[in-house]
Each structure stands twice: as structure tokens, then as C-alpha cells.
């Protein structure tokens, strides 16, 4: 199976919040990843997260880390339909030099 | 606009061709990563450079070959192409080997006919 887990699919309306999920399974992870995917376009890097951190909060986004279950999650506040996207949740491990580990990424439909 | 420049955006080839992709990091980043994105396989990590020198492998080829030149930019070499290497090709950038912001290009999508 997958180092990183995501689910795939998340659909949500305009306005409301989102949350992605992700789980992982190397407690070495360093730094934990969120990328942004639009449709033919390449990785916009979201924001990141320590693996000593809890919370971190940027804007709309909030990520909450539960290192203890490897349980990392994104929230979008007040979806709009420009964060339609993949979003992709990514693992830096140590000692793995700087490869990022990334999950299959969940598609966010937003509608009205 | 991560400031990570890619070329060709599309390539369209043959099997058992050899083709080349370039990138161009970020000013001042000295580190190069080249990422595979598949529908099979889903987003893989090929190789990195830093400063000229390869760093890292991970899931490439022997068919696949990358350097990275004086001037920082690299270039990503595949070769007897097949089918199943038709996919999107990203190279990221950082500006030094422990960063831990990875800024992604725009990806060449390589199609192999």
C-alpha cells in the first residue's frame, strides 16, 4: 500500500468549510506538505508543517497534525470555487535526504 | 508563478526515441528535483541534484539520466522511450540541500505514441 493515504474524492458547497485528510506512516516524517493541483497546471506549494506542531494557520488554511495516529488534515474555510483543485499531501522523512513522499491526492469539487 | 521554468511544455514522441527536458531553478536555488506524475503510479520521486551533484534517487530508470549543469539549470534524459513512460515530468527547486520548501515548474507532459 501507499506510504501516504488520502481520499480521493471530496465534494463540498461554496462557502462551507473543507476538510483533507491524510494519514501517514513513518513517524521520521520531518516536514508534512500540502500541494495544490489546478487542472494543467503544476504544484502550488499550500503550506507545510513541522512535525513538533500542532496547528499551524494561514489565512484560510489551518493544518492540524495528530502525530501520535500520523493523522495530518487541511482546512479550507469558506470554500470558493477557485480552490476546486487536487490537493496533495506530501512526507519529507529524515534521513531520506530532501525526496518528498506524496499521497495519490484528493480532487475538491466546490459547487454553488 | 514559483519561478521554476520547464521546457518543452508538450512532447509528443515516438517509442524507442530519447528525449530531453529542461529546467531552470528558481535564482539562487542550488537544488534540483525531478518528479514523475502517472495515473498508474501517481506522483514519484526520481532524483536530486544540489550544486551539481546528485543527492538522492529514488524510483528512476536506467533508461533515465539527469545532470545538472555549472549554471544551475538541469536536464532530465529518457531514453528508448515506451509507452508507460508517458506521464508528466516535474522538476522542484530549493535553495539549499535541507530546505524544506520544494517550489514546483509547470511539468512537461511527455506523450509516447
Known amino acids: 500500500g501507499e506510504d501516504v493515504e488520502q481520499s480521493l474524492f471530496l465534494s463540498v458547497r461554496e462557502g462551507d468549510s473543507s476538510v483533507i485528510n491524510c494519514t501517514y506512516t513513518d513517524s521520521s516524517s520531518t516536514y508534512l506538505y500540502w500541494y495544490k493541483q489546478e487542472p494543467g497546471a503544476g504544484l502550488q506549494l499550500l503550506t507545510y508543517?513541522?512535525?513538533?506542531?500542532d496547528m499551524k494557520q494561514d489565512q484560510r488554511l489551518t493544518v492540524l497534525l495528530n502525530k501520535k495516529d500520523k493523522h495530518l488534515s487541511l482546512r479550507i474555510a469558506d470554500t470558493q470555487t477557485g480552490d476546486s483543485a487536487i490537493y496533495f499531501c506530501a512526507e519529507k522523512r529524515a534521513g531520506g535526504y530532501n525526496k518528498l513522499i506524496f499521497g495519490a491526492g484528493t480532487r475538491l469539487a466546490v459547487h454553488p | 508563478d514559483s519561478g521554476v521554468t520547464q521546457t518543452p511544455k508538450h512532447l509528443i514522441t515516438a517509442t524507442g526515441q530519447r528525449v530531453t527536458l529542461r529546467c531552470s531553478p528558481r535564482?539562487?536555488?542550488?537544488?534540483v528535483y525531478w518528479y514523475q506524475q502517472s495515473l498508474d503510479q501517481g506522483l514519484q520521486f526520481l532524483i536530486q541534484y544540489y550544486n551539481g551533484e546528485e543527492r538522492a534517487k529514488g524510483n528512476i530508470l536506467e533508461r533515465f539520466s539527469a545532470q545538472q549543469f555549472p549554471d544551475l539549470h538541469s536536464e532530465l534524459n529518457l531514453s528508448s522511450l515506451e509507452l508507460g513512460d508517458s506521464a508528466l515530468y516535474f522538476c522542484?527547486?530549493?535553495?539549499?540541500?535541507?530546505?524544506?520548501?520544494?517550489?514546483f515548474g509547470p511539468g512537461t507532459r511527455l506523450t509516447v505514441t
Open positions: 522542484a527547486s530549493s535553495d539549499r540541500e535541507g530546505n524544506y520548501e520544494q517550489y
Open positions: 535564482s539562487g536555488d542550488l537544488s
Open positions: 508543517i513541522f512535525s513538533n506542531m
